[in-house]
């Protein structure tokens, strides 16, 4: 789900590569209002925190699934604004601290003892969850935190002006500089990656047949295909086919829907308003090869609920968790497909939810499983802000890729050394 259109906040690279605890020793602590009390329930009181999701009616969904919650009264904190990770790591240290919040896979979180195990509760419904998903939230045979949605991110375009322009759908890398530049009209640039052009480094990696880790937990980003890719992505950036300040940025749909490009990275989560405001002029395709041993490649992002492993009320957060995203089937089609489109982690749902079966979203949920890609939990802030700035410095200066990556492969080491030693 997209972040709030009035902010220029990049919530999901923001978030998805957050530092971890270790690096919030100065934050200063939250105030004491917290927000318990109140709610339907009865028995303990627990609080969550999420952050402020652009789509209407986010809030009142959530507020709703816990209002039906009859063992605990379940205060929801909606954080507005760019001040959620702030906000949850400075007040999870604090006895302030939510009993449950959602974010993203994140091993420090475990190293740290944060986030509780949660196997017992997911165990007996595993096989019926996608099983990447699974594996993104596994550290030592432990599962931690259970997964809410899936954002598979790829590229929306407007097949009218492919048409015009004689441009097929491009499924090279090439090809989609080509295109940008016949696309390119006027006021209208023909591509549009988003701001920094941080969404499209991970996929750029896995279109080049290359990966940011390896099973060993090691580093494999650095090969021939990518430093093709980043000189490729120079070109692009240098060409004047590029969108570059936009507004907005890639995760909201206003690019496209304003007429600004001709095709935009950008997620799942937005299709909905796309088709409301281009209705049939609208297609979609992964990110296309790098190299001739690369393949096309879909990122899926998302969002999952994580337990405070050392707030006051852990086993009934648990069972909260347990109720509302394993148990309750209707609410997680309903959080999935009711305010954006989003895939159901559970195999069970996302096969018979009704708004995922035809059309354009049907075309996405078969990109995301054949291309998808998912988070390595192991992938730490570090180590995501190292290939940011080879991007800086490749794509947007103009420099050496090899040295660039030298000189990310230096820091990314020192992060696998201090986690699997």
Not at 52 to 70: H, M, N, R
Not at 278 to 283: A, E, M, P, R
Not at 322 to 343: M, N, P, R, V
Request: proline share 4%; with cysteine.
């Amino acid at each position: 789900m997209s972040a709030m259109s009035s902010s220029n906040w990049d919530r999901r690279s923001v978030l998805r590569a957050a530092a971890g605890l270790a690096a919030l020793g100065p934050l200063a602590a939250c105030g004491s209002n917290n927000g318990r009390g109140g709610g339907s329930g009865s028995g303990k009181n627990l609080v969550q925190y999420f952050h402020a999701y652009g789509e209407a009616g986010t809030e009142q969904a959530i507020k709703k699934y816990a209002k039906a919650y009859t063992k605990a009264n379940v205060v929801t904190q909606w954080i507005t604004g760019s001040d959620f990770e702030s906000k949850l790591f400075a007040t999870l240290l604090t006895d302030n601290a939510p009993d449950l919040f959602e974010f993203h896979p994140q091993i420090q979180l475990v190293k740290s003892g944060q986030v509780a195990d949660l196997t017992d509760i997911i165990d007996p419904v595993k096989d019926d969850f996608n099983q990447a998903d699974i594996q993104s939230h596994t550290v030592d045979g432990k599962i931690y935190g259970v997964r809410m949605i899936d954002d598979p991110q790829f590229f929306f375009y407007r097949p009218s002006l492919l048409e015009k322009a004689g441009v097929d759908v491009p499924t090279t890398l090439d090809e989609l500089i080509e295109a940008a530049a016949k696309l390119t009209t006027g006021k209208v640039k023909g591509l549009f990656l988003g701001n920094d052009l941080h969404a499209v480094i991970n996929p750029m990696i896995w279109s080049a047949g290359a990966d940011t880790l390896d099973d060993k937990n090691q580093i494999a980003y650095h090969t021939d295909g990518v430093v093709e890719g980043i000189k490729k992505m120079r070109k692009l950036f240098t060409s004047g086919d590029l969108l570059l300040g936009a507004p907005a940025d890639f995760w909201d749909p206003s690019a496209l829907n304003q007429g600004l490009c001709a095709i935009q990275f950008c997620g799942m989560w937005a299709m909905p308003q796309m088709q409301k405001v281009l209705g049939d002029d609208l297609g979609v395709f992964p990110f296309p090869k790098v190299t001739d041993a690369g393949k096309p490649s879909v990122y899926n992002g998302g969002w999952s609920m994580f337990v405070n492993a050392k707030g006051k009320n852990v086993d009934a957060a648990k069972e909260y968790v347990k109720w509302l995203w394993i148990d309750q089937k209707k609410y997680q089609e309903d959080w999935a497909t009711s305010y954006g489109f989003h895939i159901p982690p559970r195999t069970s749902i996302a096969e018979s939810a009704t708004k995922l079966k035809s059309g354009l979203p049907a075309e996405g949920v078969k990109l995301f499983n054949e291309f998808g890609h998912f988070d390595n939990i192991g992938w730490t802030q570090a180590m995501i802000t190292s290939l940011e700035n080879v991007f800086a410095d490749s794509v947007r200066k103009g420099g050496d890729p090899e040295a660039a990556l030298d000189k990310a492969d230096k820091t990314v080491d020192r992060e696998l050394k201090k986690l699997f030693g």
